[in-house]
């Protein structure tokens, strides 16, 4: 019996899907504004301000579409706490920090980065995010700032990655080059003034001239210029100032004030109009007090109208 084999030959076929591409994006960091504290006047006090990173992203395939990229933006090592310094001798330092977050709770530096989350919506187009850091300066300074312009020149780390659940601290690859930015701030001296009130007494005759003298109390920073002057009072005129009777007059009774405790420099406000006191300040923070007298006199008179007689003098000190 014969039997037959039958063989039957099946035609197989497969399809093969295109393979998905991988991933190619690429970041960068297209520019940095400076970190500028601005015209300060001194004493400091924590002053703050804000620097912003522009970071963009690019993805070049189709598959890169939806998909994200972290962005980082830190500092460079820049000790705690950082440091500009004054472009003028003598050196002082202004110290103050860089910080990822609005509530200055942590310092920017090689791990811990401010961030931003790009996502790519089209082939082959950047699409840039800001990212900020915050600056805030000392409120006790460890040196004694002088006034100046400070600035510190920064060459700060940033990077980026694509994995899910990037973190700036763990898993986020560097980015080449270095952005740099600057870090400046300019402080303006500052000078404070109190005065006592001139007192001459109580008085029957003006036969003979009558002196008093009250002190002027000028506190300004350290390294801070300063001009004192006294105005000419309700006569509008240095050289010829006027205490009237009751404040208002029209008596009145003629008196000066000087430099001196010779008193043969009037204390006016310079320019033909008396001269003026001028100093240094000096010693840390705010300043030490100096203290100077001014020396009053009302010169020999005649007779005059009893009664209360004053006038009121404006102290200036300019810096």
Same mark, same amino acid.
């Given at each position: 019996?014969?039997?037959?084999?039958?063989?039957?030959?099946?035609?197989?076929?497969?399809?093969?899907?295109?393979?998905?591409?991988?991933?190619?994006?690429?970041?960068?960091?297209?520019?940095?504004?400076?970190?500028?504290?601005?015209?300060?006047?001194? =004493?400091?006090?924590?002053? /703050? $301000?804000?620097? !912003?990173?522009?970071? %963009? &992203?690019?993805?070049? @395939? +189709?598959?890169?579409?939806?998909?994200?990229?972290?962005?980082?933006?830190?500092?460079?090592?820049?000790?705690?706490?950082?440091?500009?310094?004054?472009?003028?001798?003598?050196?002082?330092?202004?110290?103050?920090?860089?910080?990822?977050?609005?509530?200055?709770?942590?310092?920017?530096?090689?791990?811990?980065?401010?961030?931003?989350?790009?996502?790519?919506?089209?082939?082959?187009?950047?699409?840039?995010?800001?990212?900020?850091?915050?600056?805030?300066?000392?409120?006790?300074?460890?040196?004694?700032?002088?006034?100046?312009?400070?600035?510190?020149?920064?060459?700060?780390?940033?990077?980026?990655?694509?994995?899910?659940?990037?973190?700036?601290?763990?898993?986020?690859?560097?980015?080449? =080059?270095?952005?740099?930015? /600057? $870090?400046?701030? !300019?402080?303006?001296? %500052? &000078?404070?003034?109190? @005065? +006592?009130?001139?007192?001459?007494?109580?008085?029957?005759?003006?036969?003979?001239?009558?002196?008093?003298?009250?002190?002027?109390?000028?506190?300004?920073?350290?390294?801070?210029?300063?001009?004192?002057?006294?105005?000419?009072?309700?006569?509008?005129?240095?050289?010829?100032?006027?205490?009237?009777?009751?404040?208002?007059?029209?008596?009145?009774?003629?008196?000066?004030?000087?430099?001196?405790?010779?008193?043969?420099?009037?204390?006016?406000?310079?320019?033909?109009?008396?001269?003026?006191?001028?100093?240094?300040?000096?010693?840390?923070?705010?300043?030490?007090?100096?203290?100077?007298?001014?020396?009053?006199?009302?010169?020999?008179?005649?007779?005059?109208?009893?009664?209360?007689?004053?006038?009121?003098?404006?102290? /200036?000190?300019?810096?």
């Amino acid at each position: 019996m014969r039997r037959t084999l039958a063989v039957v030959a099946l035609a197989l076929a497969a399809w093969f899907a295109p393979g998905k591409a991988s991933a190619a994006i690429t970041c960068q960091i297209d520019n940095a504004t400076d970190l500028s504290f601005g015209t300060l006047t001194l =004493p400091v006090g924590a002053a /703050t $301000s804000t620097l !912003t990173v522009t970071a %963009s &992203c690019r993805g070049t @395939a +189709q598959a890169d579409v939806g998909a994200t990229a972290l962005v980082c933006a830190g500092t460079n090592n820049g000790g705690t706490p950082r440091e500009m310094d004054r472009t003028a001798t003598p050196v002082r330092t202004l110290a103050y920090d860089i910080y990822t977050d609005a509530t200055y709770t942590q310092q920017a530096n090689y791990t811990y980065n401010a961030s931003t989350l790009i996502t790519i919506t089209s082939r082959n187009t950047w699409i840039s995010r800001p990212i900020t850091l915050y600056g805030r300066l000392a409120n006790t300074q460890p040196d004694n700032p002088t006034p100046g312009n400070y600035t510190e020149a920064i060459s700060a780390v940033w990077g980026y990655s694509t994995a899910n659940n990037a973190n700036c601290a763990t898993n986020v690859s560097p980015g080449t =080059p270095n952005y740099t930015f /600057t $870090s400046r701030a !300019t402080l303006q001296g %500052s &000078c404070l003034i109190a @005065a +006592q009130n001139m007192n001459f007494g109580t008085y029957t005759s003006l036969a003979a001239a009558r002196d008093a003298q009250a002190n002027l109390t000028v506190t300004c920073t350290n390294g801070t210029a300063y001009t004192v002057k006294l105005d000419g009072g309700k006569s509008g005129n240095v050289n010829d100032r006027r205490m009237f009777l009751n404040g208002s007059g029209p008596q009145f009774v003629s008196y000066n004030l000087y430099t001196t405790a010779a008193r043969n420099t009037i204390w006016g406000t310079g320019g033909g109009s008396g001269s003026t006191v001028i100093g240094t300040g000096t010693g840390a923070g705010q300043g030490s007090p100096v203290t100077m007298t001014v020396y009053g006199r009302v010169p020999a008179a005649g007779t005059f109208t009893a009664g209360t007689y004053t006038d009121s003098i404006t102290a /200036t000190v300019e810096y």
